[in-house]
T-cell receptor
Framework: QQQVKQSPQSLIVQKGGISIINCAYENTAFDYFPWYQQFPGKGPALLIAIRPDVSEKKEGRFTISFNKSAKQFSLHIMDSQPGDSATYFCAATFQGAQKLVFGQGTRLTINP | DAGVIQSPRHEVTEMGQEVTLRCKPISGHNSLFWYRQTMMRGLELLIYFNNNVPIDDSGMPEDRFSAKMPNASFSTLKIQPSEPRDSAVYFC?????????????FGPGTRLTVL
């Protein structure tokens, strides 16, 4: 019940295309859903986050879509660029605990 | 700001040896987290501290692992004795508060290889 399932494991997108990564969770106590971006040899870094009281959050080319009833959320990267090539992790946590539960990660490659 | 500092960046040791990983959180941050990243298990939280006090150590694999935070600017993760299955990248992260929505800032990690 603590798991966050992420798909796909890897994704290849052409430059300028839309990258979509999906996550699903079971624990309804989760109330904060961040996405982290990790470049090779670096630690993960927060990219964007959402709370379930909104269905969408947009920051530049990055958008999180949230479907509370389906317990699913997704990251959309518009106009994908080669510099977006990285591993992306969705995560979840809940009030009273600072423990982040991470998805398995998606390795994104943007072809020029 | 220097960010979270971890040392060493790479560690190669032999099975049975003691390994100590070190972390300096961002100045002023009062929460510190230790994570382990492997291909098989992904990113998993081992333990976290608030104001130098361990809050949740349910992710610590077994008694061979121990973590301490003697002061606000230093933490260690020790493995004794080390085993090949401990090979992973270990990340330290810190956050400025104790609310679950506070951003966790990750260090560059320590890549541990146990032969």
């Amino acid at each position: 019940q603590q798991q966050v399932k992420q798909s796909p494991q890897s994704l290849i997108v052409q430059k300028g295309g839309i990258s979509i990564i999906n996550c699903a969770y079971e624990n309804t106590a989760f109330d904060y859903f961040p996405w982290y971006q990790q470049f090779p040899g670096k630690g993960p870094a927060l990219l964007i986050a959402i709370r379930p009281d909104v269905s969408e959050k947009k920051e530049g080319r990055f958008t999180i879509s949230f479907n509370k009833s389906a317990k699913q959320f997704s990251l959309h990267i518009m106009d994908s660029q080669p510099g977006d090539s990285a591993t992306y992790f969705c995560a979840a946590t809940f009030q009273g605990a600072q423990k982040l539960v991470f998805g398995q990660g998606t390795r994104l490659t943007i072809n020029p | 700001d220097a960010g979270v500092i971890q040392s060493p960046r790479h560690e190669v040791t032999e099975m049975g040896q003691e390994v100590t990983l070190r972390c300096k959180p961002i100045s002023g941050h009062n929460s510190l987290f230790w994570y382990r990243q492997t291909m098989m298990r992904g990113l998993e939280l081992l333990i976290y501290f608030n104001n130098n006090v361990p809050i949740d150590d349910s992710g610590m694999p077994e008694d061979r692992f121990s973590a301490k935070m003697p002061n606000a600017s230093f933490s260690t993760l020790k493995i004794q004795p080390s085993e090949p299955r401990d090979s992973a990248v270990y990340f330290c992260a810190s956050s400025g508060g104790q609310v679950h929505t506070d951003t966790q800032y990750f260090g560059p990690g320590t890549r541990l290889t146990v032969l």
